[in-house]
């Protein structure tokens, strides 16, 4: 969360940032995991030319954290608009799922196998990286990430994390479950995307738009926030099955 707050004041920078953080939480409850701000985030992002990469060096989870990542960012003050009116066709899915100090329990592979076979019974397939993670030896823990990228450039990502008395089969399932119902609604943004959308299309001269399946609480109040403090001017309509967030130019 505080990557997510610190990002758009580093895009104004006078020079290039490296931000290093420790002690942190990197996958826990009510926030995007880190890996998917890595892979969903930052390349939404640089449609807009602003160039940022985040190196984990330690996974943090709840209760200690104890988590550790570096953020380097390239300023840029005039960010582009961000449009993005068609889903396109679906090009491949893409996932990451890592656990820590959880190899013998077989828990990333395992994450990553419920995620196959669901995708699999909806006719679909997906190449998930697997990572048995040994960088932090204080808090074990697990979460995973997918995306799918459609010929469109659309990217749409869903993420859970592992937590004690849930299987990692569950874990796996939740993700691939949130993801299939973005694609089965074919908007161009991802329902947690758009929300940390808002702000960088506040921050553009011209006009940007993007289709959602739902508007949420966050998107409607990074909107009033965004028309309050930056004067920019947001327009919601409803488009058939999906919503319109345009930022007028």
Request: glycine fraction near 8%.
């Amino acid at each position: 969360m505080l990557l997510l707050t610190v990002l758009p004041i580093c895009a104004f920078a006078k020079e290039p940032v490296r931000l290093h953080i420790s002690k942190g939480g990197t996958d826990t409850w009510s926030a995007p995991t880190i890996n998917y701000m890595r892979f969903v985030l930052l390349p939404a992002l640089r449609k807009m030319g602003l160039n940022a990469s985040i190196a984990v060096h330690k996974y943090g989870y709840y209760p200690k954290g104890m988590g550790e990542a570096t953020l380097t960012v390239e300023p840029n003050a005039n960010l582009s608009p961000f449009r993005l009116e068609e889903f396109g066709n679906l090009l491949n899915i893409k996932g990451f799922s890592v656990c820590t100090f959880l190899a013998d329990r077989k828990v990333a592979q395992r994450q990553a196998d419920a995620a196959n076979e669901y995708l699999a019974g909806k006719g679909y397939s997906a190449s998930i990286e697997v990572v048995d993670d040994t960088s932090n030896p204080l808090q074990k823990g697990s979460s995973i990430v997918l995306w799918a990228e459609t010929d469109t450039s659309a990217v749409l990502g869903a993420d859970a994390i592992g937590e004690l008395g849930k299987l990692s089969e569950a874990v796996g399932r939740e993700a691939t479950e949130k993801l299939h119902i973005e694609i089965s609604a074919k908007p161009t943004v991802d329902v947690h995307l758009a929300d940390m959308l808002i702000p960088y299309m506040a921050l553009t001269d011209g006009s940007s738009a993007f289709l959602m399946k739902t508007v949420s609480d966050h998107v409607e109040a990074n909107i009033w926030l965004a028309e309050k403090m930056l004067g920019a001017k947001f327009n919601v309509q409803k488009t058939g099955s999906l919503f319109r967030i345009e930022k007028m130019g």
